[in-house]
Structure formats: C-alpha cells, structure tokens
C-alpha cells in the first residue's frame, strides 16, 4: 500500500491528465480501484480476525472502501465535479474521524500512526471541501497519500506487535 500510495501520488503529480479508460481523465479511476481492493481485502481480514473489536474496524472500514471504491469507479468523468468532491470529502472525513474515534476504544499498539493517519486523512479532506486546489488532480493526490499512509500505519502496528 506504501509502494502504490506513492506511485499513483507521483504520478497524479507529474502527468495529472491521462488518457484512461477510453476518455480524459486523471488517475482517480485507477486510484478508487485500489481502494476497492484495499476494502475487499479489509473485509477478507474482518472475517479472519479472532476478536469482534477486529471484526467491527476491519468491516466497518472495508465496506466504506469497497462502496467509496465502487462509487467514485463508476462515476462518469462529464458529471459535476461537486457530486466527486462532497463523496471524497465525505470518505475522507469518515476515515479520518472514524481512526481518531477508534483509539479512545480500541487497545491498538502504538497508536501514534493511526492518529497521525486520521488526522492527515481529515486535513486532506478540509482542503478538498474548501477547494483549496480545486482541481482533479488534488483529488487524486489525495486519495493516493491517503492509502500510503495507511500502509505505512499497518507496517508500524505490525512492528509494534511484534515487539
């Protein structure tokens, strides 16, 4: 998740217009895959977890990706960018939150990687709402650091447990 987190924001910056999926786009499409992906194999880790604490963070998170994944895919490029916007600030603030919210809670082994997560997660959010750069590359941008990010808290909550 770090490796593509990285790679699509790289990208989303250097050639932020592509030609994808038989139209002008950015590189959301490709992007809200990887979400999806990220939220089918969330909920693959739900069912696999021992806990019900486990089970309710993975599944609660893994359908919020699978269905932001699904939505942003299949929107068409000509609809209005604010419908775009409103949904990935939307997610971005429920992510954000929804990380902060679950360390008062949950016993997550160093929880500074999560917190420091959501609060990037909802920071990227704000500036999408305000449309600080309003423009789809941002959006894209954004999403991208959202899911390095996330890889990276994975890889510390994993060192953290190992310990």
Request: hydrophobic fraction near 55%.
């Amino acid at each position: 998740m770090i490796c593509v987190g990285i790679l699509m924001a790289v990208l989303s910056l250097i050639s932020p217009n592509v030609y994808l999926l038989g139209e002008n786009a950015s590189w959301i499409p490709v992007i809200s895959l990887v979400v999806l992906v990220v939220g089918i194999f969330r909920c693959i880790d739900a069912l696999a977890s021992e806990t019900a604490q486990g089970f309710l963070y993975n599944m609660q998170g893994g359908i919020l990706d699978v269905v932001v994944g699904f939505l942003v895919f299949l929107s068409p490029e000509g609809e209005a960018a604010n419908n775009l916007n409103l949904l990935i600030v939307g997610y971005m603030l429920t992510q954000g939150i929804y990380r902060n919210i679950l360390l008062s809670v949950a016993e997550i082994p160093n929880p500074f990687a999560n917190r420091l997560t959501g609060l990037i997660s909802i920071l990227l959010g704000i500036m999408i709402w305000i449309d600080w750069p309003a423009s789809l590359w941002f959006i894209a941008f954004s999403l991208s650091v959202d899911i390095s990010f996330r890889g990276w808290t994975l890889v510390v909550m994993a060192s953290s447990t190992h310990k």
